[in-house]
């Protein structure tokens, strides 16, 4: 799937009638972190199912909340290393606004298995139990390894 958008991006490259080849690595970089429907759905059902055993309403994906997500795993991917960075700016950015928070992630290879991870974790843990949050965001970029960025908010 990762190769077919990369694909799809250098065809796009390509067919632009000023297409710069200096864009592409970025169009491929973007296709690359854009969320996969799937595993976006698959996060969303998995953290509202886990949510609910305890008490609290499911969370559903949201574009913006993706596109932050996706900003950061390419970032982290990119470098790394896990870091936030500027969180409150990137939230401003993509038009967040309130409350919200982000878990990273890096090494493991399905939503299922980051999601566990975060559980297991007592601070990603708290941020998936905020009782106030109601949308999810998230991104996976491979870059050797999975780097994967989950962003929640109201």
């Given amino acids: 799937m990762k190769t077919i958008r990369a694909f799809a991006a250098l065809v796009v490259a390509a067919l632009a009638p000023s297409a710069d080849l200096s864009s592409t690595a970025s ?20 953290i509202s199912r886990y949510r609910a055993s305890h ?5 559903r994906v949201d574009p913006k909340l993706n596109a932050a997500a996706s900003q950061q795993a390419r970032t982290v991917a990119q470098t790394g290393w896990l870091s936030h960075g500027d969180f ?6 993509f038009g967040i606004r309130g409350k919200a928070a982000e878990n990273l992630s890096a090494g493991i290879g399905s939503v299922e298995g980051v999601i566990a991870q975060w559980q297991a974790s007592s601070g990603h843990n708290t941020n998936m139990l905020m009782p106030e949050f109601s949308r999810i965001g998230i991104a996976r970029v491979d ?11 109201r």
């Fill in 27 to 46: 169009l491929v970089a973007a296709a690359q972190a854009a969320p996969r429907a799937s595993e976006a759905g698959a996060a969303a059902a998995l």
């Fill in 143 to 153: 870059s050797g390894r999975p780097y994967w960025a989950l962003v929640l908010a």
């Fill in 55 to 59: 008490g609290l309403g499911p969370v």
């Fill in 88 to 93: 409150a700016g990137r939230m401003a950015a």
